[in-house]
């Protein structure tokens, strides 16, 4: 699958600045890019009255908890946003 990454996702993630989820994020990534299926990625889960966003929950410890949003279609993925999951807002 092709990955593709949106301004506004690259300006969080380096807004957050965490080693350790910048190491998920990299897991995460290298599996996206390749599997084959959407069933062949691990934790994704798909939001409620939305056609093509996907979430993937990327937990840190038992504080820092954060949500990957990502839109799918055919066979291209967009990293959306990440954020923290007490901060992010699906409805924007």
Known sequence: ???????????????IGNKELA???????HQIEKVDSLSQIGGLV???????YYRIRIKIS?????????????????AERIALANRIFYKQ
């Open 1 to 15: 699958m092709e990955l593709i990454f949106r301004k506004r996702f690259l300006c969080e993630a380096t807004a």
């Open 23 to 29: 190491n998920h994020l990299n897991k995460i990534f």
């Open 46 to 52: 798909k939001l409620q009255d939305y056609v093509h």
């Open 62 to 78: 038992e504080v820092r908890d954060y949500r990957l949003v990502l839109s799918i279609r055919k066979n291209r993925v967009w």
